[in-house]
């Protein structure tokens, strides 16, 4: 009798033990403000997520046949490609270059084979690439190393602050790291979804800085070990990237500057400090927040509408259109 007790108190132990650790690990993805505050199912970035693997996975499946056509034409159509977004200066448009297309006799202009590769609906103003380069990955380390940002940091703000909200921060983000990229970018394309990516991290720093200053004790050294375990692997995996490739390093930081941004809109200044008029000042630190978050997009449209595509030497030159591959030389 004895033994059956003993052995139960170790089994109840061992469960124990793994509630307490699974309840750990859990909160590590939890945000929570207040007690039993509710949370959200993070269906955004789970759907993201699930779409970026399929994507992916079906170039390396499909090696040949209607579906890896797909795939390529869907990259082709998708990347970030200043060439299809902005119109090129008259006099390179209209130059003669060789070419193989039916009918063109061995001579196309610039601009034909620049329409052909980016397929001529809504040349050259296909500013949808803003959006749907944040669904293409050029490898499996690109994705990887988005994705574990997008899972780690994502799901934690979703669960929080619900669908539409992050929806808002993972779109602005990337719509403002796009304008920033595309205007150093030059003639090579470019995908990934780091610029919504951090602006996702620097709304999660800021929504931690927040909470640190109405913690004490435990409840604040919880909170540091919690950004440094979501920050951590994104760390690690963008700097492996960074060695062996070349990254648009302007459009991270356009998408963090958005994401900071909102994130002092949503919370206000994290000052570690009790002010007799901070209610006030935290109210003018939003406020601000807004009006350089629209003075911010103004300025980075206008730039973006006063500069004209870059020349694409390989088509001007020598009439070689992209060859069809998703190994592109610049990772967002």
Known sequence: MDVEETSSVKLAHTASKKCSLFTWFRRLFTLDNLPNQKQHFPV??????????????????????????????????GRLYVPCMRPTVSHIRMR???????????????????????????????????????????????????????????????RKYGTPYTLVIYWLSGIGASLVGLIRLGSEGAVGASGCLHGLMLFLIM???????????????????????????????????????????????????????????????????????????????????IVLLILYFLMIVVVFLQIDAPIVDRILYSGIMY??????QYFE
């Open 44 to 77: 955004f970035i789970i759907t993201m997520s699930i779409l970026h693997i399929v994507i992916l996975l079906l170039i390396y499946v499909t090696r040949t046949g209607d579906v890896h056509r797909f795939i390529l034409a869907l990259y082709r159509f």
């Open 323 to 328: 060859n069809g591959t998703i190994d592109y």
């Open 96 to 158: 003669s270059v060789p070419c193989n297309i039916f009918g063109k006799g061995g001579m196309c202009s610039y601009d034909d084979l620049i329409k052909q590769e980016c397929f001529s609906f809504a040349y050259p103003h296909q500013i949808w690439r803003m959006i749907t380069v944040s669904c293409l990955h050029s490898n499996w380390l690109h994705l990887v190393s988005n994705l574990s940002a997008q899972l780690i940091q994502g799901i934690p703000i979703e």
């Open 207 to 289: 929504d931690r800085l927040s909470a640190l200053k109405t913690k004490h004790g435990y409840d604040r050294v919880f909170i540091i070990l919690q950004l440094v375990f979501l920050m951590l692997p994104y760390a690690v995996t963008s700097a492996t990237l960074i060695i062996q490739y070349r990254v648009v390093h302007d459009a991270h930081v356009g998408g963090a500057l958005v994401g900071f941004l909102l994130g002092i809109q949503a919370f206000g200044l994290p000052l570690f400090c009790i002010c007799k008029n901070d209610d006030i000042h935290q109210k003018i630190f939003r406020q601000l927040a």
